[in-house]
């Protein structure tokens, strides 16, 4: 049996139903479980139609479209669609299970959003079976980590230099051996300006060439909870493929630094102005709408040109199409666990 896929936004807006409900219901940390045959009903309904993927297209002799971006789109909605439908059916069946058990080859997490130290809200990370790309839907802030005019002294650089962290703690800053940041010297690009440093990086330039880092001014990047991308099996200069659902513009990226442990959904400054958001690091971004496509294992770990990012990210979407599962929430082993994000990555 097929789920009819709903609208995508009412879809989202009744699993966020769900999800603040079980959230009052139970604070307790979320685990995988075995199956219940009980609810085996409501774990058969989540299979995917998969009459418009590219694979299917092509046996029908149909052709299949040349441009990644809307199909993409289309079929990241349809896979967020099902997977709320896959959701709701539990709890309409008034299910004592984990939609994780029931789900277990589509839900990875529930990662945990706080804002000054409390929950916010949670956002669903899936996956298909057959494939080891991890995809979600959130917001966006504005990361210009990288550029380098992103911090000054004086807290006139493109990004509030709070963002950077503190003296004694910077983490946005190239610093020294003593903890000390590098200032911009007559030969680089922005003089008096501090070094702003990514997680991805060239190694083989010195720490205090602005250079080394990936330029978020320049190069569209997503940024990632250190702790969550290690637990999925993502590093820095991994892929990703990044979609605004209110626009219909998409970019490639690359996975380019490392973020907060309670924050998720945070792109550079060149990504964000490549799906049309606003792009001021103090006071652009989005709270929701766009969906995140991330390839872990797909990088070398190293910095690549625009050019590059756009064809290994094509070629791995295209590979994404063709290889993952159409069965999304089909009954099977579950996953091995993940813990929740904690306060530290």
């Known amino acids: 049996?097929?789920?009819?896929?709903?609208?995508?936004?009412?879809?989202?807006?009744?699993?966020?139903?769900?999800?603040?409900?079980?959230?009052?219901?139970?604070?307790?940390?979320?685990?995988?479980?075995?199956?219940?045959?009980?609810?085996?009903?409501?774990?058969?309904?989540?299979?995917?139609?998969?009459?418009?993927?590219?694979?299917?297209?092509?046996?029908?002799?149909?052709a299949i479209p040349s441009?990644?971006?809307?199909?993409?789109?289309?079929?990241?909605?349809?896979r967020h669609s099902d997977l709320a439908q896959c959701l709701l059916s539990v709890e309409a069946q008034g299910s004592e299970l984990d939609s994780?058990?029931?789900?277990?080859?589509?839900?990875?997490?529930?990662?945990?959003?706080?804002?000054?130290?409390?929950?916010?809200?949670?956002?669903?990370?899936?996956?298909?079976?057959?494939?080891?790309?991890?995809?979600y839907e959130s917001g966006m802030t504005i990361d210009a980590d990288g550029a380098p005019n992103a911090y000054h002294p004086d807290n006139s650089g493109l990004d509030?230099?709070?963002?950077a962290g503190t003296p004694g703690m910077w983490e946005g800053l190239a610093k020294d051996s003593d903890g000390q940041p590098y200032i911009q010297g007559p030969s680089d690009p922005f003089p008096g300006y501090y070094v702003s440093a990514t997680a991805l990086a060239d190694r083989s330039k010195p720490v205090n060439d602005p250079a080394r880092y990936?330029?978020?001014?320049?190069?569209?990047?997503?940024?990632?909870?250190?702790?969550?991308?290690?637990?999925?099996?993502?590093?820095p200069g991994d892929f990703a493929a990044v979609f605004n659902e209110r626009n219909g513009k998409s970019s490639s990226a690359i996975f380019g630094d490392v973020g907060p442990s309670d924050r998720i959904g945070e792109g550079s400054v060149a990504l964000a102005e490549k799906l049309g958001i606003r792009s001021d690091a103090r006071n652009g971004g989005t709270r929701r709408g766009i969906l995140y496509l991330v390839f872990p294992g797909s990088g070398t770990g190293r910095p690549r040109t625009i050019d590059e990012i756009n064809?290994?990210?094509?070629?791995?979407?295209?590979?994404?199409?063709?290889?993952?599962?159409?069965?999304?929430?089909?009954?099977?082993?579950?996953?091995?666990?993940?813990?929740?994000?904690?306060s530290t990555n």
């Open 311 to 342: 064809g290994e990210t094509q070629r791995l979407l295209q590979q994404w199409e063709s290889s993952a599962s159409p069965d999304s929430c089909a009954i099977q082993e579950p996953a091995p666990a993940v813990e929740r994000n904690r």
């Open 67 to 78: 441009g990644y971006p809307d199909q993409d789109l289309t079929i990241l909605k349809q």
């Open 214 to 235: 990936v330029d978020a001014s320049k190069i569209p990047f997503v940024v990632l909870p250190g702790k969550m991308a290690r637990q999925l099996g993502a590093r």
């Open 100 to 135: 994780e058990a029931v789900c277990s080859g589509f839900l990875l997490l529930n990662f945990e959003m706080r804002h000054d130290g409390e929950p916010d809200r949670d956002i669903p990370i899936g996956r298909l079976p057959g494939s080891s790309a991890f995809f």
């Open 160 to 163: 509030d230099l709070a963002n």
């Open 1 to 62: 049996m097929r789920c009819n896929v709903i609208v995508f936004a009412a879809a989202m807006f009744l699993y966020s139903s769900v999800s603040a409900k079980s959230k009052q219901d139970s604070a307790a940390p979320v685990v995988q479980t075995a199956v219940n045959p009980v609810h085996a009903n409501s774990a058969r309904i989540c299979s995917v139609d998969s009459d418009r993927s590219p694979a299917a297209q092509q046996s029908a002799g149909q």
